[in-house]
Structures are given as structure tokens and as C-alpha cells.
């Protein structure tokens, strides 16, 4: 029987499991937000995020999930008469052009199919056709398990359109696939904290650049939530401009300096193994809906090669070890399945998952 007070582990790709160790850091009695000991948790958070994300720049904290800052990237990025484009690729992708419209941007569609890459040879033969003031990606598109190849991406970018922001979405790859933000040239990559950080949703990170921070001035009607400079304004202070969620900053903390000590090549080196035994696996079984070289390290999106129910494999995973993996996204629902390798999950969790998914289909 379904209960949410026994809740299966979770192996779809966000929210994913956490660890007992988070969880008592959102138990901890809470502090001030105006008060020295809130900025001195939020400058030791942000000060460890800076060093994770390679950057000397901005780093913000927001008490939304990471939609907010697709919101937020383009209310202060792109002005009313500019242009963005959007590159697509995906359920999150398309969605982030939908946020772009809706905040009554001109926004121009660059789309490959589900599972393909979006190029660097595509996106600069897009932007030699027109003026624009910007671009979206998505580094680790979580609705297929593509990867795009972001930094032959921000190459191309810096060399041949250096005056047009770069706004990524990394919500599935911040902390599991390399980033280093300055050296990408990006002036936005944003993540909530229930994927690769594997924190409860509530929390959004973005690493913003002191030339997005300039544009922003300039741009009208940004709001007040998600405007970069109140954000910029309440870090100086060690702050944020609104009351945030503190008992997710104490767990961001916490997991940070597990990172910092572990160091972010080993960290990502041990996505990438866990990417390596579940894709080795997948091949085996079934097949992978991305070509390799563009597979995640973060998820798997295993291709249903056997036309096996995923419906009620996901079922009788869940009724006999309290325990689900993800369905295929949208279109690719049964055609394809989703096991997340990330965060907290590890080698032991995998082997479990995949042996019992092995169990259910012989
Ligand atoms: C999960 C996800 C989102 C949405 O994040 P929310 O925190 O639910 O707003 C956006 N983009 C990608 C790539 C994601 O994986």
C-alpha cells in the first residue's frame, strides 16, 4: 500500500534520496535572517559554492525551486526589445522558452530532437542570422538524460559572440558534471537543491555574473522576488533580500563542505563511474535512448528495448522494497525509463535497483 509517512527511496531524477545526516540539518533550531549567525552560515555557504562552481562571482541563494531563476535569468537579461534564443532539446528545455514567452520576451526556437544534442555548429549558425542579447542552454537535459556538450558550447561563444549572455540550466548537473563557471564564460547556471546536492526541494543556487548584475540595471519591470539587484544588494550583506529557507541553507552547508573535502574531480569522477555501471548495465540489458557520448552522469534514460510494462515494474519495485525509479518523460513514458545516479545514491543503491529490475523482467 502507498504511504507518504514510508516513503520509497527515490531513484527518479529529482527529488532524490537523502541521507539521514541532511535531514537532521533541517531539524536544527532556526536563526535570524537579520541576525550575525544567519550571515555567517550564508557567507561560509556561498564562500563553499563558489569554490564548487569554480567562479569568483555571484552566487545566490533563492527559497524557490529552480524555476524561479529560468524566471529571474530572463527578467533581468533580456530587455522587451531584444531577442533570446532558445535552445531546446527537451521537456525542460522547451519549458524554459514557454517561461521566456510568458514574461513577454521575443524569443526565437533552435530545436533538436528529443536525444540529440543541441551543437555548437548549430547554435553559431543561428546566432549569424540575427541580433541577440542572449541564450539559453541546459547542460544535463533531465527528461531524456542527454548532456549537452556545453563547453565546446561556451567556446564558440566566447570566441565569436562574446557580447551574447550564455543563461544555463543545470539543475540536473551542478555538483555531478564539471562546471567551471568563470572559465565557461556563463553569466547564469542555476540548480535546485533536490538533484545532484540531494537536499528536500525548496532551495535554488544560481551562479551569477558581475556582467549579468550590470545588464539587470538596465532591464525594466524585473519584479521584486527575483530581481538580481536586491539579490546583489542583500549579499553584499551575507544576506538574502527575503526571509529564506534557512533549515535548507544549514543542509546546503552541510553537504558543501562534504564536497569541498572530497574535492569536486573525485566528486565528479564518482558520478561518472555510476553513470559507466548503470549505462553498462542498461547496454546489456535493454539499450540507451542517448548515444554514449552524450549520456549524463547524473541519470540514465534506459531505452525499452523489451517492451517490458515500466509501469508495473515501477510497481512491484515499490510494493516489495519500498523503492521507485523513474517512468519515461512525457512522450517517452513507457518507450524508455529513468534511474538517477546522483548525490547521495551510490554504487551499493544501484546494484540493488538494477538487480531487482532484473529480477522483475526475466
Ligand atoms: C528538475 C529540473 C527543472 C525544474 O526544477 P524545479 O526545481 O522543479 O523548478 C528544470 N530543469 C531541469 C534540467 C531539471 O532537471
Same mark, same amino acid.
Given at each position: ?24 540539518? =533541517? ?8 541576525? @550575525?549567525?544567519?550571515? =555567517? ?31 529571474? $535569468?530572463?527578467?533581468?537579461? +533580456? ?5 533570446? =534564443? ?8 522547451? @519549458? ?10 521575443? +524569443? ?17 549558425? #543561428? ?15 533531465? !527528461? ?7 563547453? %565546446? ?13 550564455? =543563461? ?15 572559465? *565557461? ?6 540548480? !535546485? ?16 555574473? !558581475? ?6 540595471? @538596465? &532591464? ?11 539579490? $546583489? #544588494?542583500?549579499?553584499?550583506?551575507? %544576506? ?18 562534504? *564536497? &569541498? ?26 539499450? *540507451? ?23 508495473? &515494474? ?38 540493488? *535497483? ?9
Amino acid at each position: 500500500m502507498v504511504d507518504w509517512k514510508n516513503p520509497p527511496r527515490l531513484f527518479i531524477p529529482g527529488p532524490v534520496k537523502v541521507d539521514d545526516g541532511v535531514l537532521q540539518q =533541517l531539524a536544527r533550531p532556526t536563526l535570524g535572517h537579520r541576525g @550575525k549567525e544567519y550571515a =555567517l552560515l550564508h557567507g561560509d555557504t556561498v564562500d563553499m559554492l563558489k569554490k564548487i562552481l569554480f567562479t569568483d562571482q555571484n552566487v545566490f541563494l533563492s527559497t524557490s525551486s529552480a524555476s524561479g531563476i529560468w524566471e529571474a $535569468a530572463i527578467r533581468n537579461c +533580456v530587455d522587451f526589445d531584444e531577442t533570446v =534564443l532558445c535552445t531546446m532539446c527537451g521537456a525542460f528545455s522547451d @519549458k524554459w522558452a514557454d517561461v521566456a514567452r510568458s514574461c513577454g520576451r521575443n +524569443v526565437e526556437e533552435l530545436k533538436a530532437e528529443w536525444g540529440q544534442p543541441i551543437t555548437a555548429e548549430m547554435i553559431d549558425k #543561428k546566432l549569424a542570422s540575427g541580433k541577440y542579447a542572449a541564450i539559453t542552454i541546459v547542460y544535463s537535459e533531465t !527528461s531524456t538524460g542527454l548532456m549537452n556538450p556545453v563547453y %565546446q558550447i561556451s567556446e564558440m561563444m566566447k570566441e565569436k559572440y562574446p557580447d551574447v549572455l550564455v =543563461l544555463a540550466d543545470v539543475v540536473s548537473a551542478m555538483v555531478g558534471l564539471p562546471l567551471h563557471f568563470d572559465q *565557461l564564460g556563463w553569466d547564469v547556471a542555476l540548480a !535546485s537543491v533536490q538533484k545532484a546536492f540531494a537536499i528536500p526541494p525548496g532551495l535554488a543556487v544560481a551562479a551569477v555574473s !558581475s556582467r549579468a548584475i550590470e545588464k539587470s540595471k @538596465k &532591464v525594466p519591470y524585473r519584479g521584486y522576488y527575483f530581481d538580481f539587484q536586491e539579490f $546583489a #544588494k542583500a549579499a553584499a550583506k551575507s %544576506q538574502t533580500p527575503t526571509t529564506p529557507s534557512i533549515p535548507h541553507i544549514m543542509a546546503l552547508n552541510y553537504q558543501c563542505a562534504k *564536497l &569541498v573535502t572530497e574535492g569536486m574531480e573525485n566528486v565528479w569522477n564518482r558520478h561518472k563511474q555510476m553513470g559507466d555501471f548503470v549505462r553498462g548495465w542498461a547496454k546489456e540489458k535493454f539499450g *540507451l535512448f542517448c548515444e554514449e557520448q552524450y549520456a549524463s552522469n547524473t541519470l540514465t534514460t534506459v531505452k525499452n528495448t523489451r517492451e517490458i510494462n515500466v509501469g508495473d &515494474v515501477i510497481k512491484a519495485i515499490q510494493t516489495k522494497h519500498n523503492t521507485v525509479f523513474g517512468n519515461g518523460y512525457g512522450k517517452l513514458k513507457d518507450k524508455t525509463f529513468r534511474i538517477a545516479h546522483m548525490g547521495d545514491i551510490n554504487m551499493a543503491d544501484l546494484k540493488e *535497483l538494477t538487480g531487482w529490475i532484473d529480477e522483475e523482467v526475466r
